[in-house]
């Protein structure tokens, strides 16, 4: 069983709270745009860190961290990648890749828009946590905490950043 915290579009903005939120995860997951090397560092220096880059990553954290990321977490298959879609709209880019090889849980990011969503077509649950930097027209930040047992995710936590 793994705790997994799980955090987007950071936009290199570092919050004090997310070392309070991810102080009793296993693994740190950031679903891309990041915004800089210091805040993938910091979250690295937490806990491991597992991410994506996103569309304003620069080429130092795009040689880092690769734009789609397909890797096993206990018994569960999970796809990463900033800009995904959501279930009935896929975008283009990863649509095929989920299709033809669904995993058990697809992550992405860049609407700023907290959804998790079951998709019974791929039988797959998706989740996009949200947007936990300063930069977008949100008006919440969010952080999502959740636990891989087997290939089940159970205990889903979404904390709000006010």
Not at 56 to 75: H, K, N, Q, T, V
Not at 151 to 161: C, M
Request: glycine fraction near 10%; include cysteine; proline fraction near 5%.
């Amino acid at each position: 069983m793994k705790r997994i915290g799980l955090l987007s579009d950071t936009h290199g903005y570092w919050d004090e709270r997310f070392e309070k939120y991810f102080s009793e995860v296993d693994e740190i997951w950031h679903a891309g745009d990041i915004g800089s090397m210091q805040v993938a560092e910091q979250l690295a220096v937490l806990k491991p860190l597992r991410a994506v880059h996103g569309n304003i990553d620069g080429g130092d954290l795009r040689r880092i961290y690769p734009e789609i990321l397909r890797f096993r977490c206990e018994d569960a298959t999970v796809l990463m990648k900033h800009i995904g879609g959501y279930p009935g709209h896929y975008d283009p880019s990863v649509r095929l890749r989920l299709s033809m090889n669904p995993p058990h849980l697809f992550i992405s990011g860049h609407s700023h828009i907290l959804k998790v969503q079951y998709d019974p077509a791929l039988k797959c649950l998706h989740i996009n946590p949200g947007a936990a930097g300063l930069q977008g027209w949100q008006t919440q930040r969010t952080l999502v905490r959740f636990t891989v047992d087997g290939a089940e995710f159970k205990d889903l936590e979404v904390i709000e950043l006010s």
